[in-house]
C-alpha cells in the first residue's frame, strides 16, 4: 500500500497537463472496475490517479445519420445500454456492454476504460471492431486516431504513451439493411469473464452480403480483427455455406491459451460455434431493416 | 412431560428467526467487525511454492519497518509431539495442525503461511511482509492422487508411514492411511450377476465458499489469560486447539463466537487464531487479523478431490449382488482426508451382502482439507449412484424402482457394520416417484438437448456433547443459553422446542449463543447436529425448568409437586381449591417461593437418526458449447421432524446450490507447478443466483426414534446427490457417461463432440 493523488479535472485540456506533469507514474481512472482491482493486488501501481468521468469531452454521446456515434471514452455502460438509439442502431454494441459485470459494475465501468485496460477478453472490443471504431486519441501534441483492433499490442499494454489520453470513439452511421451482434460463451450465466467473445456486422443487398466485419476476443494475446473471415462473406449470399466458411476463416487466426477459463482446443472449438451464431444473428437482424 | 406430536404447538410452525432482523439491517457482530482498544492488525506472509525447502528466513528489515511491532514464524510455535486424538467429529493431529498454519522446515502448497507480522495497520503489515527475505530451495510437487500414491513420488512428510496396512512398512510414503470394509463372498456375488458395470471417476478438490473469510481478534492479559472472538463453528474446538499449539492451559484461553458468514463445515479448525493469540502476547496487545478471498481459497480447508473405481454387479430382477470399490481421496498437505467417511456412505443407502471397499488418505501439495458438508459423501455418491443408474440402464428398470427394490431399511446392515434403526430412505424414493416433477414430461427447450436423472445420498449425522441453560425470567418468558454458533437457523429452533416444552410461543424465548466459559462443554456446530444434540439438550434443560416449576407451585400451594400439573405454560393442581397459575403469574411470585428456576441439562445422546435424500433435476445442455442449465430440480428428504421447516427447506436448497456448483464448475485450478489460478470468486464459479432454478423441497418427516421430538440431522445429505443426478441427466441428454467432476462447458462439448464422431 503506498499514497496516491487523486486529481478531478474539469477539462481534457486539464487532463493532458496533469497526465503529462506525472509522466510514467500517471493513469486515467474511469470507472475503476478493473484498475482499483489492479492496485489493490499489486499489478498496477500508479501514483496519480486522474479521474477520466469529470471530463466533459469523455462524456460526448451522441448519434447522428450523417456523423454516425460518437460515444466518449468515460460513457458509463448503463448509459448505453438504456440508450433507445444506441439499442436501434448497434444492437451489438449494447449486447456487449449488457454483458458487462453487475448493474452496479455497468453503472461505473466504461467502454473507454475496456479497451485501455488492455485485456484480451475485454467484451466492448469485438463489438467496436466489428462496428469498424476509430479512436480519437489526445495528447499535448494533438489528436491522433487509431482503429480499435490496432490499440492493443499485448495483454494489459496498449499504443497509449504515457501523456495520451482516450478521447472518445467514432463509428460509422450504419447502411441500410446493416446490424452488428455479440455474444460470449461464459460457464455461468452472469458475472463472468468471457471464455471467447465474438462480435459480427454486416450489411446486405437483398441476401448479398457486401460488408461484413468480425471481432475476435479471448483467443489471442489482443482482440483480433477477423480480416479474411469478413472479406470471405463479401459477394456471396449469407447462406449457411458462407458463414461456415468464415467461421473456419475466423478459428485459422485464433491463438488461444490453456488456463482456468477454458483450455485453447475449447476457445478454438467456440471460435468456429459463436462466429456461426453472431453471423447467423446479425443477417437476421439486417434483413429486418 | 410427554409431549406428542400431533399436538404440537409451536414445532412444525414457521416463526421469524430471533437473530433475522439484526442480520437483514446489518447489525450483527460478525468477527471481522470487532474492535478492541490499541488494537494491531497481523498479515501472514505465505509461501509462492507448492512444495519447498525453508533454507532461511530473514525477518530484520520487516522488524525495522516503523510501526511493526513483532513478526513471528515457525521458530516461535513449539514444537510437538507426534500422534492423533479424536476431537467430536474430527481426528485431530495437534503437531501437524501446528505445521499447517505455520510452516517448519518445508512449505507444503501455495499459500502455506511462513510467517506473520503484527503492526499498527494492516497497510504497515502488509509492507513488512515484503521485507521478509526467505530462501527457498524449491522441490517438485505432486498433484495428482494417483501419482502421489507412487513409489517414486516425491515424499512430503518424512516421518510419514501408512497406518492401516496389515503389515507394518518402515517406508516414507504420502499414503497416510488405507482402510478396508468387507462382508460376503464377492466373487461368488459377480458370478450371480446378470449385467456387471464398472467406471472409474474423478473428482477435483472444491472449497466450501462461505462468503466470511476467516478471522480471528485476540488479547493475552499479564495474568497468562487469553481471549479469542472469532467466526467459527466451534468455540470449544478453538479453545482445545490453542491450548494444544500454543501449550498453554485450556483454562486459560476462552474463545467469544461471533456471528458467523456460513461454514460448512469449513470453520471447525484453526489457522489464525493460535497466532493472533501468539502475536498478542509477543507485543501484549490486542491484535486482529482476517484473512483475503485469495488466502481463504490457497490456504484454509476445502474438500478432496478424489479418484474412485466402482464396480457393481446385479440380476435381471433388479438386485444388486455385489459391490466393490477403491477409492484414494487427498488429503492435501497433511493427513486426514475424509476417505473413512467416504467408504461407510459410498454404498449405504442400499442392502449389500457382498461388498468390499478400500479406501486411501493420501498428502499432496494442496491445502489441508478440512470438512464440508457430508465430508467425503458427495464425490462418493458420485461414483456410486452412476454405477447404479448404468446397472438400472442396462436391465431396463426405472432407476427409481431399481433403489426402491434394493434400498436399505430398518434392520439393513450399514457397509461398516451397524443395522439401521427406523430410516425413511424408501420413503424419498417413493416421494420421488410420485411427485408431480417425476411424473411430468420433459419440457422441449429449442436448440438444447434435455435429460432427467435421479440419484440419492447417505449421511450419518453426528451427536456428540451440548449443554444448555433455560431461565426463567420473572415476566414468564424464558431464555435459552447454549454453546453452539448458529449457522443454519438452528437458535430459532432451539428457541422453538424450549417453547414448546415451555407452554411459550417463539417469540417470548431469547436464543443465546455464548462464549466457553459461560456454558459447559458444547462440542462443534457440524456433523448437523446442533438441533438434534444441542436441541436435545435443551429440551431436557426446559423439562428440569418445568419440574423445578412445578415445585415452587407446590411450595406455594403447599401440596406435593406430583400433585402440579404443567400443561400449555399453566400450572394447576389435581386437587381442587387452586387456581391455576399461568407461568407468567408464577414467574413473578417465584422470588418469594424459592427464587429463580434455571434448567439446565448436558448431553451425549446416541440416537442420532441418519438423513437419506433422493433428487431428480432436469437439465437443458447447449450441445456446441457444453453449458448445462438446470431447468427443475427437486430433492425429497427424510428430515424427521422438521423443527421449523422453512429453515429445514432452506438447508436442502443450500446444499443443493452448493452440490450443483461441485457437479458444474467448482474446481482449484492448477498450474503445472503447483500454483493455485482461481484465488477468487470471479474463476473459482460457484453457482451466483442467475444459475439456479427454485429448488423444490419433499420433506419427508420419519421421526427419529432416538430422539425424544423425533428430530434428525438435515443440513449435510442435501449435498450428496447433485453432482450424480446431473450426471445421470447428462447421460439421458447427451448419450455419454460424465465420470469427472466438474462436468464443465469444455468437457460435456468435448464428450458431445466425441460421440457425434464415433462410428454409430
Known amino acids: ?289 | 412431560m410427554e409431549l406428542q406430536e400431533h399436538k404440537f404447538k409451536v414445532i412444525g410452525t414457521r416463526p421469524i428467526r430471533h437473530d433475522g432482523v439484526d442480520k437483514v439491517t446489518g447489525r450483527a457482530k460478525y468477527g471481522a467487525d470487532i474492535s478492541l482498544p490499541g488494537m494491531l492488525h497481523a498479515k501472514v506472509l505465505r509461501s509462492p511454492h507448492a512444495h519447498a525447502r525453508i533454507k532461511s528466513i530473514d525477518v530484520s528489515a520487516a522488524l525495522a519497518l516503523p510501526g511493526v511491532k513483532a513478526v513471528i514464524t515457525g521458530k516461535d510455535l513449539p514444537e510437538l509431539p507426534p500422534g492423533s486424538q479424536q476431537m467430536g467429529e474430527l481426528v485431530v493431529n495437534p503437531r501437524y495442525l501446528s505445521m499447517n498454519i505455520m510452516a517448519r522446515d518445508k512449505v507444503l502448497y501455495d499459500g502455506h503461511a511462513v510467517a506473520a507480522v503484527a503492526a499498527t495497520s494492516p497497510h504497515i503489515a502488509e509492507e513488512a511482509l515484503k521485507l521478509i527475505k526467505v530462501e527457498y530451495e524449491i522441490l517438485p510437487p505432486v498433484l495428482d492422487v494417483r501419482k502421489a500414491m507412487q513409489d517414486d513420488a516425491p515424499i512430503l512428510l518424512p516421518e510419514l508411514r501408512t497406518s492401516g496396512t496389515p503389515e507394518k512398512s518402515d517406508k516414507p510414503t504420502n499414503i497416510a492411511s488405507q482402510v478396508r470394509f468387507a462382508r460376503g463372498d464377492l466373487e461368488a456375488g459377480f458370478r450371480a450377476a446378470d449385467v456387471i458395470v464398472e467406471r472409474e471417476f474423478t473428482t477435483s478438490m472444491v472449497h466450501q465458499g462461505y462468503i466470511e473469510p476467516h478471522n480471528a481478534v485476540a488479547q493475552y492479559n499479564a495474568d497468562g489469560h487469553g481471549t479469542i472472538w472469532v467466526s467459527t463453528q466451534g468455540p470449544f474446538s478453538v479453545r482445545e486447539l490453542c491450548s494444544h499449539i500454543l501449550q498453554m492451559p485450556l483454562g486459560n484461553i476462552k474463545v467469544v463466537p461471533a456471528e458467523i458468514g456460513g461454514g460448512f463445515g469449513g470453520k471447525t479448525t484453526v489457522y489464525l487464531e493460535p497466532l493472533a493469540l501468539l502475536l498478542a502476547k509477543k507485543t501484549g496487545r490486542p491484535v486482529k487479523m482476517v484473512m483475503s478471498r485469495a488466502e481463504v481459497l490457497r490456504a484454509t480447508g476445502p474438500t478432496s478431490g478424489s479418484y474412485i473405481r466402482c464396480k457393481m454387479g446385479a440380476t435381471k430382477e433388479g438386485k444388486i449382488t455385489a459391490a466393490q470399490v477403491w477409492m484414494a481421496y487427498e488429503a492435501g498437505a497433511f493427513p486426514g482426508s475424509p476417505v473413512g467417511a467416504g467408504c461407510m456412505t459410498i454404498l449405504a443407502p442400499y442392502a449389500l451382502e457382498n461388498l468390499q471397499i478400500d479406501g486411501f488418505d493420501v498428502v499432496l501439495n494442496k491445502p489441508k482439507t478440512c470438512a464440508y458438508r457430508a465430508p467425503g459423501a458427495t464425490n462418493a455418491a458420485f461414483a456410486a449412484e452412476t454405477v447404479i443408474d448404468e446397472l438400472a440402464e442396462k436391465l431396463g428398470i426405472d432407476p427409481l424402482e431399481f433403489r426402491r427394490r434394493n434400498g436399505a431399511k430398518e434392520g439393513t446392515a450399514q457397509p461398516a457394520g451397524p443395522q439401521f434403526r427406523r430410516i425413511g430412505y424408501i420413503e424419498t424414493v417413493e416421494a420421488i416417484m410420485n411427485s408431480e416433477h417425476y411424473r411430468s414430461p420433459l419440457p422441449h427447450v429449442p436448440g438444447k438437448l434435455v435429460g432427467r436423472g435421479v440419484a440419492s445420498g447417505f449421511w450419518f449425522n453426528a451427536g456428540f456433547q451440548s449443554t444448555a441453560i433455560v431461565s426463567i425470567n420473572s415476566d414468564g418468558t424464558a431464555n435459552v443459553v447454549t454453546g453452539s454458533p448458529d449457522i443454519g437457523g438452528t437458535r430459532a429452533a432451539c428457541a422453538m422446542i424450549a417453547a414448546e416444552v415451555l407452554g411459550l410461543k417463539a417469540e417470548e424465548v431469547n436464543p443465546v449463543v455464548t462464549d466457553t466459559e459461560s456454558i459447559g462443554h458444547t462440542d462443534v456446530t457440524g456433523g448437523s447436529r446442533v438441533t438434534f444434540a444441542t436441541g436435545y439438550a435443551v429440551y431436557e434443560a426446559a423439562q428440569d425448568a418445568v419440574r423445578q416449576l412445578k415445585e415452587r407451585a407446590a411450595t406455594i400451594w403447599k401440596v406435593k409437586p406430583e400433585d402440579v400439573v404443567y400443561q400449555d405454560g399453566v400450572v394447576s393442581c389435581v386437587n381442587n381449591g387452586h387456581e391455576p397459575m399461568t407461568l407468567k403469574q408464577l414467574a413473578g411470585r417465584l422470588a418469594r417461593a424459592g427464587g429463580p428456576v434455571t434448567g439446565r441439562a448436558a448431553v451425549n445422546p446416541r440416537g442420532v437418526g441418519p438423513g437419506f435424500a433422493t433428487h431428480v433435476v432436469d437439465i437443458a445442455v447447449d450441445p456446441e458449447t457444453g453449458k448445462v442449465d438446470i431447468l427443475r430440480y427437486t430433492a425429497a428428504q427424510d428430515v424427521g421432524k422438521a423443527v421449523h421447516p422453512s429453515y429445514v427447506e432452506g438447508q436442502i436448497q443450500g446444499g443443493v446450490a452448493q452440490g450443483i456448483g461441485w457437479a458444474l464448475n467448482e474446481e482449484y485450478y492448477y498450474d503445472e507447478n503447483g500454483i493455485m489460478r482461481n484465488t477468487g470468486f470471479l474463476d473459482y464459479r460457484i453457482p451466483t443466483c442467475l444459475d439456479l432454478p427454485m429448488i423444490e423441497t419433499i420433506l419427508v418427516e420419519v421421526p427419529n426414534p432416538g430422539h425424544p421430538l423425533g428430530i434428525r440431522g438435515v443440513g449435510e445429505v442435501p449435498i450428496v446427490p447433485p453432482p450424480a443426478a446431473i450426471a445421470n441427466a447428462l447421460y439421458r441428454a447427451i448419450g455419454v457417461r460424465m465420470t469427472e467432476l466438474p462436468m464443465s462447458p469444455a468437457k460435456v462439448a468435448k464428450a458431445v463432440l466425441e460421440k457425434n464422431k464415433a462410428p454409430q
Open chain 1, 1 to 289: 500500500m503506498h499514497a496516491i493523488t487523486y486529481e478531478a479535472p474539469k477539462s481534457l485540456e486539464h487532463a493532458l497537463r496533469l497526465l503529462a506533469a506525472a509522466g510514467e507514474k500517471g493513469r486515467v481512472l474511469a470507472g475503476g472496475t478493473d484498475l482499483l482491482i489492479q492496485m489493490r493486488a499489486g499489478v498496477r501501481t500508479p501514483e496519480r490517479l486522474i479521474d477520466a468521468k469529470t471530463i466533459p469531452e469523455l462524456q460526448v454521446l451522441s448519434f447522428s445519420p450523417h456523423e454516425g456515434l460518437r460515444l466518449g471514452a468515460a460513457v458509463p455502460c448503463y448509459r448505453i445500454v438504456e440508450d433507445p438509439v444506441l439499442c436501434q442502431h448497434y444492437p451489438g454494441l449494447v449486447e456487449a456492454a449488457g454483458l458487462i459485470g453487475s448493474v452496479q459494475i455497468k453503472n461505473r465501468c466504461t467502454v473507454g476504460g475496456n479497451l485501455c485496460n488492455g485485456s484480451p477478453a475485454a467484451d466492448t472490443t469485438p463489438a467496436l471492431i466489428a462496428l469498424g471504431a476509430v479512436c480519437y486519441v489526445a495528447s499535448p501534441r494533438g489528436t491522433r486516431t487509431v482503429a480499435v483492433e490496432d490499440f492493443v499490442v499485448s495483454p494489459g499494454r496498449t499504443v497509449l504513451q504515457p501523456d495520451e489520453v482516450l478521447v472518445e470513439f467514432r463509428i460509422p452511421a450504419p447502411p441500410p439493411h446493416t446490424a452488428d451482434c455479440y455474444q460470449r460463451f461464459i460457464p455461468r450465466n452472469e458475472m463472468d469473464i468471457a471464455v471467447v467473445g465474438v462480435g459480427a456486422a454486416v450489411t446486405l443487398d437483398g441476401e448479398v452480403c457486401t460488408a461484413a466485419r468480425i471481432g475476435l476476443g479471448a483467443v489471442a494475446p489482443t482482440p483480433l480483427f477477423a480480416r479474411e473471415a469478413s472479406a470471405s462473406l463479401v459477394g456471396k449470399p449469407l447462406d449457411d455455406e458462407a458463414i461456415a466458411t468464415a467461421a473456419e476463416l475466423a478459428q485459422k487466426i485464433a491463438r488461444p491459451i490453456t488456463d482456468m477459463r477454458g483450455t485453447a482446443e475449447y476457445r478454438l472449438h467456440l471460435v468456429g460455434v459463436l462466429t456461426r451464431r453472431v453471423l447467423k444473428v446479425a443477417a437476421e437482424r439486417a434483413r429486418a431493416r
